[in-house]
T-cell receptor, first 110, second 116 residues
Framework: QKEVEQNSGPLSVPEGAIASLNCTYS??????FFWYRQYSGKSPELIMF????GDKEDGRFTAQLNKASQYVSLLIRDSQPSDSATYLC??????????FGAGTRLFVKA | DAGVIQSPRHEVTEMGQEVTLRCKPI?????LFWYRQTMMRGLELLIY????????DSGMPEDRFSAKMPNASFSTLKIQPSEPRDSAVYFC??????????????FGEGSRLTVL
């Protein structure tokens, strides 16, 4: 079992819709969770982090964490074509060791 | 300020040749990570350093791979001998303790390696 698992997609949503991206992790001791965005041919960039169970909102983005289910999600409201990218879930396991999922490709259709 | 600088940006080599990838982290950052990204396996952590000391190299695929950080401003990832399955984009990322608490890694632009 991989340490961080994501559906590779692609996930296709129409412009203005909500995109929902999901991630599960295997290490119950993990405390810190992150979402990165990677445009094609570019390097990953951090868009959100979450530590506590529940929801965390930042503009059009909402991260959700459920440690009991070992589940992290990212919701993107009012999706825009510029949101089309690969979204990487990342987890700290043991200190600052940062493990990434394989990523979910998102396409937002205009 | 300059970001993380990686070189070369592109490398094409033949199987069996030695490959050396280089990374200059952001000044003042004391964490350095090497990742490898492929379509099949995603972004894999190879090794990371703290204060120039390797902390976890469990992701290094095999003895053909080695990484060094002789000082705070330079790191290398060496593959010897290279194989076609090593073809990937290799990313270097740096950070510091304060940013690590929020998970922020500062990535270089990557080195795309093709082994023929």
């Amino acid at each position: 079992q991989k340490e961080v698992e994501q559906n590779s997609g692609p996930l296709s949503v129409p412009e203005g819709a909500i995109a929902s991206l999901n991630c599960t992790y295997s290490d119950r001791g993990s405390q810190s969770f992150f979402w990165y965005r990677q445009y094609s041919g570019k390097s990953p960039e951090l868009i959100m982090f979450i530590y506590s169970n529940g929801d965390k909102e930042d503009g059009r983005f909402t991260a959700q964490l459920n440690k009991a289910s070992q589940y992290v999600s990212l919701l993107i409201r009012d999706s825009q074509p510029s949101d089309s990218a690969t979204y990487l879930c990342a987890v700290h396991t043991g200190g600052f060791k940062t493990i990434f999922g394989a990523g979910t490709r998102l396409f937002v259709k205009a | 300020d300059a970001g993380v600088i990686q070189s070369p940006r592109h490398e094409v080599t033949e199987m069996g040749q030695e490959v050396t990838l280089r990374c200059k982290p952001i000044s003042g950052h004391d964490y350095l990570f090497w990742y490898r990204q492929t379509m099949m396996r995603g972004l894999e952590l190879l090794i990371y350093f703290n204060n120039n000391v390797p902390i976890d190299d469990s992701g290094m695929p095999e003895d053909r791979f080695s990484a060094k950080m002789p000082n705070a401003s330079f790191s290398t990832l060496k593959i010897q001998p290279s194989e076609p399955r090593d073809s990937a984009v290799y990313f270097c990322a740096s950070s510091f303790a304060g940013a690590m608490n929020t998970g922020e890694l500062f990535f270089g632009e990557g080195s795309r390696l093709t082994v023929l």
